[in-house]
C-alpha cells in the first residue's frame, strides 16, 4: 500500500514525497489508518520498519490552526539520541505545514532554550520521561490540551526505570485522550501499562525476525570461560573492521572492555546509560565520524544509535532476549550491504542458549575456529607489503637514509628495522591464544595430574557418576579425562590434568550437581588436611594416570552401569 492511497493531506504527500517514501512498511500499514481514526494503538516491530513515521505522520496530520499555541502531541523517548531524531524526522513531515512546531526537550541540555522553545508555541512536544515530567512541574509545559499521548520504544524506558516517571506524565494529562505505545518487545509490564491507561487498544503486532538478518552472515567462535577478551582482540585484529559494535549486557563490562581494548591499542569508546549526555554525543560522534572504530555498548545504549554503514556487530556477551539478538546484529547490514555477526561464547550453556537463538531466527548460526596469532601476523605482514608497495617516497626520507649511511646502517638494514618497526605494532598487543585443551579422547598416559575440591559430599548423597556427569557436560571433555575420585563428608576432590585444571575450574564455576550449585576451586595443601580429617567414602579407585593398570575408567566408580550393560546384551 502506498502513502497517497492513505487520506492524508496535500502538505504531507507533498513532505512524504520528497523524502521518497512510496510503499508503507508493514507497521505503517497497519498502525497509520487506524491512528489517523484516533484509536489506540499497541504497535510492536522491530527496530528499522519506520515506526517513526507510523505514529508521527498522523501526529503531524492531526494538527490544526487551531491549535497553534498549545500542546496537543505529547511523544515519550527513552533517550535524547531517539528523541532528536524522531523530532529531525517529524519537522520532515511538516515542512509544509506550517502551523506544525515541533519541539524537543530531554536532559543534558540547557532548560532555559528549551523553555523559550516551549514558549514559542509548540504544539508537538518530543522528549525523554524525566525532562518532560521537569517541564509539567515548572509548568513549562501544560498538557490541558493534550490530544495524543505516544511511548517510543515503551520496552527501553521501562528496562531504564521510566515506569514511574511515564505514569507521573500519564496522571497528568487530559483523560479524553488517544494512547499509543510502540515498542519492539513486548515484557509484561507494558501489558500492565496499556491495561491501565488505554482505552481498547489494537494491537498491532509485525513479525520480520527473518527479513532483518537475510543480508548478514553470522558466526560463533567457542573460546574457554575467561578468555573471551582475548578472542575478541585476535578477531578485531584479523577482521580490522572500520566500523564495529561490541554488545556487552552490563555496563561494567562495557567500562572494563572498552579500557582493555584501548589498552591494546584499539580505537574504541564505550556507551551506556549512566554516562553525561556530553560524553555520550562526544561518543556517538566519534563513532560516526570513524574517528573511533570501535563503540562497546549496552542494549539499551544503542537503541538510539543509527550509523548505516557499521561492517561488523561483535556479541560479548550473549543477549539476554532473543529479541534483542536480531536487534543487535542488525545494526550491520544496513542499507543493502552485506554484514557480519560474530557471537563468542563460553560454555555448553551459552551454545545451548545460542542454539535456541538460531531456532527463534530461523537463520544457521556457523561455528569458525579463531584465527591463530601467526596467522594475523602473516595476514599483517601482507598488508605491510601492500602500503609500502602503494608509498611515495619524500625527500626527507633519503636525508635519514644518508645520515644512516653515515652512522655504519645501509639502506637494506634501514629498511629491515624500519619494516621491524611496522610489524611488532601490528602484532605486539596480540594475545597469545593457545586452546588449552586438546580434548583428547582415552586415557593419557604419565600426565602430571593435580586435584580440585568440590563443595559437595555424601551429606548431599553424591555420587561418583553425578560428579563425572556434571563435569564432562561443563567442560566438554571426557569422562575418562578425569582420574581419581574421593568423596568425603561435604567435599569431593578428583584428580585433573594439571595442564587442563584451570579451563576446568573456569567453566565449571558455577555448576550445579544433582540440583545444588557447587564451587570447583583447586585443592591446595592446606585444605587437604582438612578434608582428609572427613573419612572419604569411595576411595576404592586409582589414579587413572600413570601406573595405572589397564582397566576401565568407568567400572569402578559407576558400578551399576557394567550390571546394566549386561542385562541390556
Ligand atoms: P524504527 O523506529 O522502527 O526503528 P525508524 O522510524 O527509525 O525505525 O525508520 C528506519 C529507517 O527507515 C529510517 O531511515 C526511515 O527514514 C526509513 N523509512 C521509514 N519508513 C519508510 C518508508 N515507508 N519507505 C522508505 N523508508 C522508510
Ligand atoms: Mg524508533
Redesign the pocket.
Given at each position: 500500500m502506498q502513502?497517497n492511497e492513505l487520506n492524508l493531506s496535500q502538505e504531507l504527500l507533498d513532505a512524504?514525497d520528497e523524502?521518497?517514501?512510496?510503499?508503507?512498511?508493514e507497521?505503517?500499514q497497519q498502525s497509520i489508518p487506524l491512528l489517523l481514526e484516533g484509536s489506540d494503538v499497541v504497535g510492536l516491530?522491530?527496530?528499522?520498519?519506520?515506526?517513526?513515521?507510523?505514529f508521527?505522520i498522523p501526529a503531524v496530520e492531526s494538527i490544526t490552526e487551531a491549535d497553534r499555541k498549545r500542546v496537543a502531541v505529547l511523544i515519550l523517548c527513552p533517550t535524547r539520541e531517539?528523541a532528536m531524531?524522531?523530532a529531525d524526522?517529524m519537522r520532515k513531515y511538516a515542512k509544509f505545514k506550517k502551523c506544525v512546531r515541533i519541539c524537543a526537550v530531554f536532559g543534558g541540555a540547557s532548560m532555559e532554550k528549551q523553555i523559550h522553545e516551549l514558549k514559542r508555541g509548540a504544539n508537538i512536544v518530543i522528549g525523554t520521561p524525566g525532562r518532560v515530567l521537569d517541564h509539567i512541574r515548572r509548568r513549562t509545559l501544560k498538557l490541558d490540551n493534550l490530544r495524543c499521548l505516544i511511548l517510543?520504544?515503551a520496552d527501553e524506558m521501562l528496562n531504564m526505570g521510566f515506569r514511574e516517571d511515564i505514569e507521573s506524565v500519564l496522571a497528568e494529562s487530559p483523560e479524553e485522550r488517544q494512547t499509543v505505545l510502540?515498542s519492539?518487545t513486548m515484557p509484561p509490564e507494558i501489558l500492565a501499562i496499556t491495561k491501565k491507561y488505554q482505552n481498547n487498544p489494537v494491537k498491532v503486532k509485525i513479525k520480520s525476525a527473518q527479513k532483518t538478518v537475510e543480508s548478514i552472515q553470522q558466526f560463533y567462535f567457542e573460546v574457554p570461560m575467561g578468555r573471551k577478551t582475548d578472542a575478541l582482540k585476535l578477531l578485531l585484529a584479523a577482521y580490522s573492521p572500520s566500523s564495529a559494535m561490541i554488545f556487552c549486557n552490563t555496563k561494567a563490562m562495557v567500562d572494563q572492555l572498552t579500557e582493555e581494548l584501548i589498552k591494546s591499542g584499539f580505537r574504541a569508546a564505550g556507551i551506556h546509560g549512566d554516562m553525561k549526555q556530553v560524553q555520550r554525543t562526544q561518543v556517538m560522534n566519534g563513532f560516526k565520524s570513524k574517528t573511533t572504530e570501535i563503540l562497546v555498548a549496552t542494549d539499551v545504549a544503542a537503541r538510539g544509535i543509527?550509523v548505516n554503514d557499521i561492517d561488523a556487530v561483535f556479541n560479548y556477551d550473549l543477549p539476554q532476549d532473543n529479541e534483542y539478538y536480531i536487534h543487535r546484529i542488525g545494526r550491520t547490514g544496513r542499507a543493502g550491504k552485506k554484514g557480519a555477526a560474530y557471537t563468542i561464547i563460553s560454555g555448553r550453556r551459552q551454545l545451548y542458549d545460542l542454539r535456541t537463538i538460531e531456532k527463534f531466527i530461523r537463520a544457521e548460526i556457523n561455528q569458525l575456529p579463531l584465527p591463530d596469532k601467526d596467522e594475523i601476523t602473516a595476514m599483517k605482514m601482507e598488508s605491510i607489503i601492500k602500503e609500502i608497495a602503494g608509498a611515495e617516497s619524500v625527500h626527507q626520507a633519503y636525508m635519514i637514509l644518508d645520515r644512516l649511511a653515515a652512522l655504519g646502517i645501509d639502506s637494506r638494514e634501514a629498511s629491515a628495522r624500519l619494516i621491524s618497526c611496522k610489524i611488532k605494532e601490528a602484532t605486539e598487543n596480540l594475545p597469545e591464544f593457545k586452546i588449552p585443551v586438546p580434548l583428547k579422547r582415552g586415557r593419557r598416559k604419565d600426565c602430571k595430574t593435580v586435584r580440585v575440591d568440590i563443595n559437595i559430599g555424601r551429606n548431599k548423597r553424591i555420587a561418583p557418576n553425578f560428579i563425572i556427569g556434571a563435569l564432562t557436560d561443563a567442560t566438554g571433555m571426557s569422562g575418562r579425562d578425569f582420574g581419581k575420585i574421593d568423596i568425603y563428608d561435604t567435599h569431593t576432590t578428583v584428580e585433573v590434568p594439571e595442564a587442563e585444571s584451570e579451563y576446568i575450574i573456569d567453566s565449571t564455576n558455577p555448576m550445579r550437581i544433582n540440583g545444588h550449585k557447587v564451587e570447583v576451586k583447586l585443592l591446595k595443601e592446606d585444605n587437604i588436611r582438612e578434608i582428609k580429617a572427613q573419612k572419604p567414602a569411595f576411595d576404592r579407585r586409582k589414579s587413572a594416570y600413570g601406573n595405572r593398570k589397564k582397566q576401565d575408567v568407568f567400572s569402578d566408580y559407576i558400578p551399576n552401569r557394567k550390571k546394566r550393560t549386561k542385562k541390556r546384551h
Open positions: 502513502f512524504v523524502l521518497g517514501y512510496q510503499e508503507m512498511t507497521i505503517q516491530s522491530n527496530t528499522g520498519t519506520g515506526k517513526t513515521a507510523a508521527g531517539p531524531q524522531a524526522e517510543d520504544e510502540f519492539a543509527d
